[in-house]
């Protein structure tokens, strides 16, 4: 079964189980997953390819993940803030504000951040993003005719974009929890410059401080 399973990486522990029953050794798939784990195996059919977090790593450079989050002001209004993150070096960039979030808006934000990048824009590669609705393929149009794969992560799998939710756990415990946020204008200003304090003063653990 080990034999198997080094062999053929893309095999997982049941189709391996069905392989050796063809030759007449009967092993339950529990088994077999029992024995590639004591092995030292994954017993997913992925053995061979890199994990999530090595392929991030490793194409770090190109890749840039985008998401959208909330604010409440202190007369119970809802705005919305769309943001884009580069994960090699963690620079953020806010993209807009609003209280009316639509996909014609997302994708005019998405236009206006490549025509602010100039040049650097070529230099997406991978773009991250949820399943919402507001990322239409107007947005996904953007970065795909600059050669870029638009990824979407997996369905209540937040892990999967896991540098851009940190961010907004970060900016909500250092900023906008801590202040009373009277509108849009309000909003932006703050935002831009928290944006400055955490592109070039702030310490990032991911970088080495």
């Given at each position: 079964?080990?034999?198997?399973?080094?062999?053929?990486?893309?095999?997982?522990?049941?189709?391996?189980?069905?392989?050796?029953?063809?030759?007449?050794?009967?092993?339950?798939?529990?088994?077999?997953?029992?024995?590639?784990?004591?092995?030292?195996?994954?017993?997913?059919?992925?053995?061979?390819?890199?994990?999530?977090?090595?392929?991030?790593?490793?194409?770090?450079?190109?890749?840039?993940?985008?998401?959208?989050?909330?604010?409440?002001?202190?007369?119970?209004?809802?705005?919305?803030?769309?943001?884009?993150?580069?994960?090699?070096?963690?620079?953020?960039?806010?993209?807009?504000?609003?209280?009316?979030?639509?996909?014609?808006?997302?994708a005019q934000q998405a236009r206006n951040l490549v025509v602010n990048l100039g040049e650097r824009a070529e230099g997406i590669a991978f773009l991250i993003r949820d399943r919402d609705a507001k990322f239409t393929a107007a947005f996904d149009e953007v970065f795909t005719?600059?050669?870029?794969?638009?990824?979407?992560?997996?369905?209540?799998?937040?892990?999967?974009?896991?540098?851009?939710?940190?961010?907004?756990?970060?900016?909500?415990?250092?900023?906008?929890?801590?202040?009373?946020?009277?509108?849009?204008?309000?909003?932006?200003?703050?935002?831009?410059?928290?944006?400055?304090?955490?592109?070039?003063?702030?310490?990032?653990?991911?970088?080495?401080?």
């Amino acid at each position: 079964m080990l034999r198997l399973a080094r062999e053929n990486p893309a095999w997982g522990y049941r189709r391996i189980s069905g392989k050796l029953a063809e030759a007449g050794l009967r092993i339950s798939p529990s088994t077999g997953r029992g024995i590639l784990k004591r092995a030292g195996l994954d017993s997913a059919p992925r053995r061979s390819g890199p994990s999530w977090s090595q392929f991030l790593k490793a194409q770090a450079e190109g890749i840039w993940a985008c998401d959208l989050f909330h604010v409440d002001t202190i007369f119970l209004k809802r705005l919305y803030v769309l943001f884009f993150i580069e994960h090699a070096t963690r620079v953020v960039h806010v993209a807009g504000v609003t209280a009316h979030p639509t996909g014609a808006w997302v994708a005019q934000q998405a236009r206006n951040l490549v025509v602010n990048l100039g040049e650097r824009a070529e230099g997406i590669a991978f773009l991250i993003r949820d399943r919402d609705a507001k990322f239409t393929a107007a947005f996904d149009e953007v970065f795909t005719s600059l050669g870029a794969r638009v990824i979407m992560k997996p369905v209540r799998a937040p892990g999967a974009n896991a540098i851009a939710e940190r961010w907004v756990g970060t900016v909500r415990r250092e900023c906008t929890d801590r202040l009373l946020i009277y509108g849009e204008n309000h909003l932006r200003r703050v935002l831009r410059t928290y944006e400055r304090h955490d592109n070039r003063h702030r310490p990032h653990r991911s970088l080495d401080r």
